[in-house]
């Protein structure tokens, strides 16, 4: 008898299929790609070069006048251009104070507080529009740091730590300006405006760069140097400026909105925004770093994902087109100088021997302080 005892056998079920788990992301997004052609970035760099151009004429005619001033008004006569006082964003801002306190356009450089109420008015609208549309300075850091890109194949992205701490820097500056005027009543404002000092400060302004000392140019070459490594340095970091429109345009109800139903998630946007906001990651961009460059609107391939919004109704928002916010920057610059012109209160109205009595002294008139000297010495 075999020690192997015979089993039944039963007939078993067959066994159930298996279900493989499988850990899969998220689906994939089919992606719509967009047809149209941008050209946002073609129609921002016409606005730069045109306002470079007219920033370059104004300062060759203000340095010309100022050559005429020098001699004694010997040589050709050429009118001063009173553009030149865009270039005084810290008397605007002194004006501005005056203005809201009197009611009062000064005498003194009138054209500098309309042209800062119309960098104000734009920003407030379209965002931080003013800087990366207009401002010569940022337009210069703009192709500085893409020269920069050419030549060593990239920018130098500075640690989260590091940006966040130097950009600090521009809020600091403005805080101490905006301190220093805070203080001042409208009686010592105007008298500030009325003292040698003040009358002639665009020209020591441009003094500065005619003779230009070692140490404020090695200051520069470094701000250059800079500038060409790390996008928009200068405007980044240390533009008080800057920092002011910054705060106008988070009150902007234009904003870049992104869609997230159709955003594919490829983070293009966040790698060419010049000012580093996470923009794939958010809805809105609120920030006031946002400089309504588009720059991230350019690079979206997404169809209707990332566009400029304004608000439509109680809780919609519409896109507004390229053409809409070219036209729109445009209509404020022109119709606030405009308006300044036609209204007589563009030009400063200043006898021309004062001019020819303080131009060549420029260099000996200190700084009042915030509160100016008597006037008295101006009808000498």
Known sequence: MSALQPTQSVESPS????????????????????????????????????????????????????????????????????????????????????????????????????????FLAISFVFRKAFCSWLCPVGSLSEYLWRLGRFIFQSNFQLPRWADLSLRSLKYL?????????????????????????????????????????????????????????????????????????????????????????????????????????PVDMLVQIRSGECTGCLECVAVCPAKDTLIATAPYGLKKRRAIPVWGMAAGIALLFFGLVGYAKLSGRWNTTLPRHIYLQLVPLAAEQSHPGWRAQPRAELGK
């Open 173 to 277: 500056l403005l805080g101490f300006f905006a301190h220093a005027i805070a203080n001042m009543s409208a009686e010592a404002i105007a008298e500030f405006m009325g003292s040698p000092y003040a009358l002639i400060v665009d020209v020591r302004m441009l003094n500065f760069f005619r003779y230009l000392s070692g140490t404020a140019a090695y200051v520069v070459l470094a701000l250059v140097i800079a500038s060409m490594f790390v996008q928009n340095f200068w405007c980044r970091y240390l533009c008080p400026y800057g920092a002011l429109l910054g705060f106008a345009s988070m009150l902007s109800p234009v904003r870049i909105s992104r869609v997230e139903s159709t955003c594919i998630d490829c983070a293009k946007c966040a790698k060419a925004c010049p000012s580093s906001l």
């Open 15 to 118: 066994p159930a299929p298996r279900t493989r788990l499988r850990q899969e992301g998220p689906a994939r997004k089919k992606v719509v790609r967009r047809t149209d052609r941008d050209y946002s970035q073609r129609l921002r760099r016409s606005f730069q070069f045109l306002f470079l151009a007219l920033n370059v004429w104004i300062g060759v005619q203000f340095y010309l006048w100022v050559r005429w001033a020098e001699a004694g008004g010997t040589t050709t006569e050429f009118s001063r251009p009173a553009g030149i006082e865009g270039w005084l964003p810290i008397e605007g801002l002194m004006q501005l104070k005056y203005f809201l306190l009197t009611g009062l356009v000064g005498r003194v450089h009138p054209a500098g507080f309309f042209l800062f109420v119309t």
